[in-house]
C-alpha cells in the first residue's frame, strides 16, 4: 500500500499465551502480521499491556507499508483474554482509543472473536477452553449471556492450569495415601524426571520450577485418561460436563434450546482432545438443544476479530470469505 493509505480493520487477538495482530484491506486481503507475546493486562499490567500492543501494531504498520503517521486503519477490533467485564472492556476501549491507531476502536472478551469465526453472523455459543474457560452467547435480537470467568472466585472450573493442576493435585494424595492409586504418579514423574513427587512439590514451593509448568500436565493427564485410568477419565468427564453446562445455560438464558443454532468450541484444550470427547460433548448438548451444530473453530482467533471489524465497517459477505478463504489452507492442514 502507497504511504498515506490506511488499512480497513486492525484486528487483535490478545491471547495469555500469544498476541496476534494483522491489518486487512477493504477486500479482505490481510496486509501484515504479526505475533508477538501474551499481553494481557491481568497479566502484566495495563501499562506495560499497552506498550506491547503499540509496539505490535507499530510493526504491523511497518510490514504493510502504511504511513508511518497514525492512524493506520479506520477501524480497530481487538478482542482480548482478561476483558472480562464491562468496566474493563471500558478501560481498555478508551486507553487503545487514545493510542491513535484508527478512527473507531471496539474492545472485547476473546470469546466473541471465537464465536465470529465460527459463525456467518456472530450468533450461537462459543466455549473457550484453552489456558481457562469461558463461554459467551450471542441471540439474533441482540442480546448477550456471558459469565464473568474470573476463575474460582466466579464460578469457574477449567482449563488447561486447572486440569493440569488437578493432574498433580491426584498424584500427590495417590502418593501419600490419602488418594486412590493413579497412572498420573509415574506419568508426571517421568515428565519431570524425577523419582519423588515431593521434588515437584518443592521446587513448585521454591519457584525453583515455574508454576507455568503446570499448563504442560493437562494434556499428560488425556493421555494418562485415554489409556484407561479411572482418576484421569473422572477430570476428563468433569470437563465434559463443564462445557456442557456453559453451552446448554447460554442457550436457556437467550432462548435459544429449539432454534437451529451454533455451538462453537475453540482453545487449545478443546482443539486437542480428538474426536471422543467432541462426539460426547454434541451428544449431551443435543439432549438440551437438538438442532444445535456442535463444532470446533476451524480459523485462528485473530480471524474472528477481523470479521466483527468488518462487520462494524459494514463489509459485505464477499469481502468476509475472502478473508475465510486466506486462512482455510492453514487450517486445513492444522486440522490434518
Known amino acids: ?58 510493526e504491523a504498520a511497518s510490514k504493510a507499508g502504511l504511513a508511518t503517521s497514525k492512524p493506520f486503519a479506520r477501524h480497530t477490533a481487538a478482542y482480548l483474554a482478561g476483558a472480562d467485564l464491562p468496566r474493563e472492556e471500558e478501560i481498555l476501549q478508551r486507553e487503545f482509543g487514545q493510542l491513535g491507531w484508527s478512527d473507531t476502536t471496539a474492545v472485547g472478551n476473546d470469546t466473541f472473536a471465537l464465536l465470529r469465526s465460527g459463525t456467518s453472523d456472530g450468533v450461537g455459543v462459543a466455549v473457550v477452553c484453552g489456558a481457562g474457560i469461558n463461554c459467551v452467547g450471542v441471540a439474533r435480537d441482540g442480546r448477550v449471556h456471558r459469565f464473568p470467568a474470573l476463575g474460582r472466585i466466579s464460578g469457574d472450573w477449567g482449563g488447561g492450569s486447572q486440569i493440569g493442576g488437578d493432574a498433580l493435585w491426584h498424584a500427590v494424595r495417590a502418593d501419600d495415601g490419602r488418594g486412590p492409586q493413579t497412572a498420573l504418579l509415574p506419568a508426571i514423574l517421568a515428565h519431570f524426571g524425577v ?52 453451552a446448554t445455560v447460554s442457550l436457556r438464558r437467550l432462548d435459544l434450546v429449539g432454534e437451529q443454532v451454533d455451538i462453537v468450541l475453540g482453545g487449545g484444550v478443546l482443539t486437542n482432545t480428538g474426536d471422543a470427547m467432541l462426539d460426547e460433548i454434541t451428544r449431551r448438548c443435543h439432549a438440551v438443544a437438538p438442532l444445535a451444530d456442535v463444532h470446533l473453530v476451524d480459523l485462528p482467533p485473530v480471524a474472528g476479530a477481523a470479521l466483527l471489524g468488518l462487520d462494524a465497517i459494514g463489509a459485505s459477505s464477499e469481502v468476509e470469505e475472502r478473508l475465510r478463504a486466506h486462512y482455510a489452507p492453514e487450517e486445513r492442514l492444522v486440522a490434518g
Do not use: W, Y
Not at 480493520?9 to 498476541?19: M, R
Not at 484491506?25 to 503499540?54: M, Y
Not at 513427587?197 to 503446570?214: N, P, R
Open 1 to 58: 500500500m502507497g504511504q498515506g493509505v490506511k488499512a480497513a480493520v486492525l484486528a487483535i487477538d490478545g491471547g495469555n499465551s500469544k498476541t496476534d495482530v494483522i491489518l486487512i484491506d477493504d477486500a479482505g486481503s490481510v496486509l501484515s502480521h504479526v505475533r508477538g507475546p501474551g499481553a494481557s493486562p491481568q497479566n502484566i499490567g495495563l501499562r506495560p499491556s499497552l506498550e506491547s500492543f503499540n509496539r505490535m501494531v507499530n
Open 195 to 246: 523419582t519423588s513427587i515431593g521434588e515437584v512439590v518443592a521446587g513448585l514451593h521454591f519457584e525453583e520450577i515455574s508454576g507455568d509448568v503446570v499448563h504442560e500436565l493437562c494434556p499428560l493427564l488425556f493421555r494418562v485418561a485415554a489409556d484407561g485410568d479411572a482418576v484421569a477419565a473422572s477430570v476428563v468427564e468433569r470437563l465434559i460436563e463443564e462445557i456442557v453446562v456453559l
